[in-house]
């Protein structure tokens, strides 16, 4: 029997846990955040998350370990049953289940202890790696984190968690070439000792993106949006400034616009037709989307009526923008210049400039305080009022 590959997978195994504690040392606050340490090389088959030292499944869903050091051509790397890719770093990745087009149940969660309970008030950045793998027929945005108190598991298949961060640029991660380098920067509550990893929001407001067959690959795509992740890190910083990761240094938001549905009657008061006539945006953005003009339009008809009518025109923003026009000159007043659109669409339809007066409260007026999507789309908006 030739024992020289085994050999060279022990020695493999015994340097990997070696290199992990010494990067456990260098401030991150994940255990195991690169999935190196394992409790066994038996390395078979899917669904042996189980086996990745410090974490587990957050729900009955088995998650995937990936690994150079596995024989078994279903969970090798760089290819394996759902596609090919080398890990970020080390040896092994994990593959979870974000989307799932035939259930809402099937989605994947883990989750594993901090080294220490995060400190009130305290900004810590997260970074991390995840690539699309072949099988997926589509790509999705919202792989979210969650940080509790205490650690989580439902059996249910989705974890519903309005609590979760998402990063500021959370737009559809389509890159299944390579790895895609993202991070978040949020503000501990002072509680958090268990952070968990999946998709805790809604399908109304999950994005999705139907993916093409790749060229390179023989994979057969499946119903499903399923990622590669690789590199956690978490550490404190002073400032956002210190967590920005991306080729870009302006992040964007989830490509998501909140579209309400009022049918107003024939009858109704100038002052209905005013409240009613809120228009929203994309994260970051100050143009008009083509679908809110239609709600300026009927506005337009109302003021072109009512000769007497004057409109104050106040502009809001989402928490995550506000936060980063703190570092950056572009997002600084991006409720201001949001209104300013507005008011010159309206002028543009012939409306006289003296009956609009313009209003900027940033995000000191959000609809709600939740962190989701659909929460934010809310708050990105420009309402009008009667003066």
Known sequence: MNRIPLLLSIILFIFSSLLVSAQEDDGNLIKNGSFEQTTSLKYKKLGQFSLVSDWTTASEEKADLFSKLSEYPE???????????????????????????????????????????????????????????DASK??????????????????????IRNNAIYPTRNKVQANRESWEDLCLVFTAGGTEKFITIGNFAQSSVTVTEKMEASSTSKIEQQQIGYYYLDALFLKPVARDSECICEKDDEPEGPRIIFSKSAALQASASPQVIVNASTVYFYSNEADLAEATKKDLDALTVLLQAKKDLKLSISGHMDSFEANKGKEFDTFKDLSKMRAEKVRDYLVEKGISSSRLTVESFKASQPVT??????SLAKNRRVQFSLR
């Open 75 to 133: 969970i090798g790397a760089p290819d394996n049953a759902l596609g090919r890719s080398n890990p970020k770093e080390g040896d092994n990745y994990v593959g979870l289940l974000l989307h799932n087009v035939a259930s809402k149940d099937g989605r994947m969660y883990i989750t594993s202890e901090l080294n220490t309970m995060l400190k009130k008030g305290q900004k810590y950045c997260l970074s991390y790696s995840i690539s699309l793998a």
């Open 369 to 374: 305080e939740m962190k989701t999507p659909l």
């Open 138 to 159: 589509f790509a999705t945005n919202n792989l979210g984190f969650s940080f509790s108190k205490k650690a989580e598991f439902e059996a249910k298949g989705v974890l």
